[in-house]
Structure formats: structure tokens, C-alpha cells
């Protein structure tokens, strides 16, 4: 079953950038805009994770925070705080409510979700999957090991997030800006040309002789990780 995470927001964009993105790495998605709604909510059903806006309309995040550490029902949930207050009072002030992380707006989404994950990871360790597979390529998130068909393959650290980046979402074509959004971050301002030099060089790693290329190149569109690939067949015996 996926992890369950909701999401407390009102702004609508940011809403749909984390959904879409979360989404993406399996975990179920539930949004609310309001704070008061988002309480309603934890009454029904409590998520593996929150991610809490401190400004809501309705009840305040800050508010909501203090009062899901006061039920017991909720009392260790996790939850993030979003918040577009840097200063080191605002950070204190949020964390001693009861947040296990503070970030703040703007934020960059990679980061955001390794927090998420390495929060689970330490809420709920038996539930945080560290093992990607696709065909015949493991990768493990803990060690930082890739194999294929069993044998370890070296990877540099910029392919090992490329890949990593890519199997998160099998089949789903991610342009060059997206890349460089999702493995670099937004904040690193190099060519998009780099992600083709980066692509050749996972290529040239995880690549066998007789053996399918996993990365589907879209021409004017980027790369995916072909969700048809398998690795090959055993021959047939001959008769």
C-alpha cells in the first residue's frame, strides 16, 4: 500500500508542483486549502506525512501543528512545514510547535522530497521502499549500489541521481529543463547541454553487450526510461 501524504496549502500552483511530483514518486496524495479543512481530515483518516503551509485560511498551520501534537491519534505524525517566513525566530518558533522540518519558500522540490523521504524513513523504516528496480537494473537508494543483471555497475554521482531520477517514473519523457530541475536543482545554472553529456555517460555505464538501452531518446522532446524495457530473453534451446 502507498505512503499517504497530505498536503495543507492554498496555493493552488505550489498544490499541483508537489501533487504532480509526489505522485510521481508513489506516494498517494490528498490536498486541502484550508486549515480547518485540513484538521477535518486528520479526524478521518490519519496520513503517513503533512505538509503544512504556516499561513492558512481558516485555522493556521502554525495552529493546526499545535493541535495534532495534542491528540494522540497524531501525536508523532510527521509533518513539514512550508513556509515563506526565513527568519531564525520563524524557524524556531515553528519547530518548537511540534514540526520535524521547516522549508522555506522557494524551496527546490528534490530537496523537498528527499526531507520527505528521509523523515519516513525515520517515522516508519519498514515502509520506505530504498530499492528501485526496472528490468534488470536494481538500484538501492541506502547503499548507493546499482547492478544490472546482477553485476555491480560504477556510476558517478550526478548518473547515480540521473537514474535514480528516471526510474522514480518509468515511460514518462522528462526534458532537458526538467532534468536539470529534478537532479541538479533549480537554483544551479549550467547549459541544458550538460544533461546530454550526463546521458552518455549513464549510457556508456549501464550498458551491455546484446542488451537493450533502457533510456528512450525522444527526439525534440528528452529522455525517459522505456517503460517496455525487459531485459532479454534466454535463447532457445536448439532442437
Not at 505522485?23 to 503544512?52: F, H, I, N, S, T
Not at 528490468?135 to 543483471?149: C, K, N, P
Not at 548518473?159 to 530541475?181: A, H, T
Amino acid at each position: 500500500m502507498a505512503m499517504r501524504i497530505l498536503i495543507a496549502e492554498d496555493e493552488e500552483s505550489l498544490t499541483l508542483l508537489l501533487r504532480y511530483n509526489l505522485e510521481a514518486e508513489g506516494y498517494e496524495v490528498d490536498a486541502v486549502a484550508r486549515g480547518d479543512e485540513a484538521e477535518l481530515r486528520l479526524r478521518e483518516q490519519v496520513p503517513d506525512l503533512v505538509l503544512l503551509d504556516w499561513m492558512l485560511p481558516g485555522l493556521s498551520g502554525i495552529e493546526l501543528c499545535r493541535r495534532i501534537r495534542l491528540r494522540r491519534e497524531t501525536e508523532r505524525l510527521p509533518v513539514i512545514m512550508l513556509t515563506a517566513r526565513g527568519e531564525e525566530g520563524d524557524r524556531v518558533r515553528g519547530l518548537a510547535t511540534g514540526a520535524d522540518d521547516y522549508v522555506t519558500k522557494p524551496f527546490s522540490v528534490p530537496e523537498l522530497l528527499a526531507r520527505v523521504r528521509a523523515l519516513l524513513r525515520r517515522a516508519k523504516p519498514g515502509r520506505v521502499a530504498n530499492l528501485l528496480a526496472a528490468g534488470d537494473i536494481e538500484l538501492d537508494r541506502e547503499t548507493h549500489r546499482v547492478r544490472r543483471a546482477g553485476k555491480e555497475l560504477h556510476l558517478g554521482p550526478t548518473e547515480f541521481k540521473l537514474l535514480e531520477f528516471l526510474m522514480q517514473s518509468p515511460g514518462r519523457v522528462f526534458s532537458r529543463e526538467q532534468l536539470l530541475d529534478g537532479v541538479w536543482g533549480r537554483d544551479v545554472y549550467i547549459d541544458e547541454r550538460t544533461v546530454d553529456v550526463h546521458v552518455g555517460r549513464l549510457r556508456k555505464a549501464i550498458s551491455r553487450p546484446r542488451s537493450p538501452d533502457p533510456i528512450r531518446t525522444v527526439r525534440g522532446a528528452g529522455y525517459a526510461l522505456d517503460e517496455t524495457y525487459a531485459p532479454p530473453s534466454p535463447p532457445s534451446p536448439e532442437t
